[in-house]
């Protein structure tokens, strides 16, 4: 026996009874097995893309018929001859006719030409807004070969999606954000003091964390990627472990943003954009927190001069653990590793509570010891003893350099607040490392690059959604509560 499964199709009150309209007719087996059980891909597939056809056929008929009339006048248009017109959707490509009018003698359906198609000029882009957005979210998380893979094993597509289309619709959708952005300013609020007075106290200061990257272009050379995240600093309860730093977690659903570093040409208005979004306010504190690295040091500094910039306490840790490292290997005795790690301890100590200048002596001063002493060390002490040099004559300069950027962090985290920039890590990791690694073959221009981080940061921020919904209000209408 075999069971036969037919689906019809109600538009308005007539359904669909000729069998060759139907969306799909399956025939299964009485006989039950897993394989069999159900609905298989092709086959769903199948009755998608029937269902689609027949819903856009009725809808442009619809539309079609209540579009003749001429916007002016009120005149039925008359018919010159219909053409087709091919659009792209997630069931497939579907052909719709589109019905071409003469122009209405009254004059007032202005326009170039004596016809008129109202459906081309309402689908201008031949690709749906659903599939656009698969296309544009995909291709920002994975390779746009994959990205088209998926696509076409998923989706009941007549024939598979390329990888260069997939890039080319990324790439636009991007040109348009970007054409979108405001111009770059010096200053974005134009208020005066009066007006920062009168508005409502913030929940806490606003803290912005910052990175780099680099990215391999097409020359086979490197070029820097910047990208950030902004938290809201929430106070640490009194409960939560001393070995916790700053612990915000109700603040860790931050929004990103990146750039190409020398390309970017409105770093300032994409930052304001992505704090605007997340609820900043004039009158709200911003602190930037970095690796005191050069490029990202000026950076910030040309971004917001006004604001507070602070070295991260966890770069600072990271590299005196590594000279402590050094210290165990080239000591020649316990006592000599014992004096000198209890020097670079009272160094760390210092920093931790903000005097930058004595930290910057108590690093010459164990410089110099460890100068001494190689003088008269064995030739491999030696070779240990001046790379341990070398590195605390780089720590103190690295200290120099950013001695405006170093606060009392103890103090800082008695009060609950930031002073380490480990969520930038990750956000590195989630928007520049997994998506441009290293590990990967393709390379990239600045500009492509670019592209491509705007489009990443949008889905990573959950925005992506909200973008399509902004220029088609139709499209996935947001849930209410």
Known sequence: MTLHCAVDVILGDHAIEDERSRPALIDRAVSLAPETLGLTLAEGHALLHGIQEQMITAQAAAWQTASRPCPACGARRRLKDRRPIVMRTIFGTQTIIAERLRRCGCGGDQGTGITVTPLAELLVRRTSPELLYLETRWGSLMSYGLAARMLGELLP???????????????????????????????????????????????????????????????????????????????????????????????????????????????????????????????????????????????????????????????????????????????????????????????????????????????????????????????????????????????????????SSVIDYGERYRAGERISSGFVESAINQVVAKRFSKRQSMRWTRHGAHLQLQTRTRVLNGELEGVFRKRWPGFRPAQTA
């Open 157 to 403: 597509l007549d024939r598979p999606i390329g990888a260069e289309r997939v890039r080319r619709d990324l790439y636009a959708e991007a040109r348009r954000e970007e054409a979108e952005l405001g111009p770059e300013k010096q200053a974005f609020f134009e208020g005066c003091q009066l007006d920062l007075f009168d508005m409502p106290l913030p929940d806490g200061p606003m803290v912005v964390g910052i990175d780099g990257g680099y990215v391999r272009d097409r020359e086979g050379s490197w070029f820097e990627v910047i990208a950030g995240k902004g938290l809201t600093s929430v106070r640490r309860d009194a409960d939560d472990p001393v070995g916790d730093p700053a612990s915000t977690a109700p603040s860790a659903l931050g929004r990103c943003f990146a750039f190409v570093q020398a390309f970017d040409d409105r770093p300032r208005r994409r930052m304001f954009e992505m704090l605007r979004r997340q609820g900043y306010q004039p009158n709200q504190r911003l602190v930037f927190l970095s690796d005191g690295g050069e490029s990202v040091r000026k950076l910030q500094r040309r971004i917001s001069p006004e604001a507070e910039h602070v070295l991260d306490w966890f770069h600072i840790a990271m590299r005196l653990t590594v000279i402590g490292q050094m210290i165990k290997g080239a000591g020649p005795d316990i006592e000599w590793r014992d004096k000198h790690a209890s020097d670079l301890d009272r160094l760390k100590q210092l920093l931790w509570n903000g005097h930058v200048d004595d930290a910057i002596d108590q690093a010459s001063w164990i410089k110099d010891d460890v100068d001494a002493d190689s003088e008269e060390a064995s030739d491999i002490a030696k070779t240990k003893l001046k790379k341990l040099s070398a590195a605390l004559a780089e720590f103190g300069v690295y200290i120099g350099r950013n001695a």
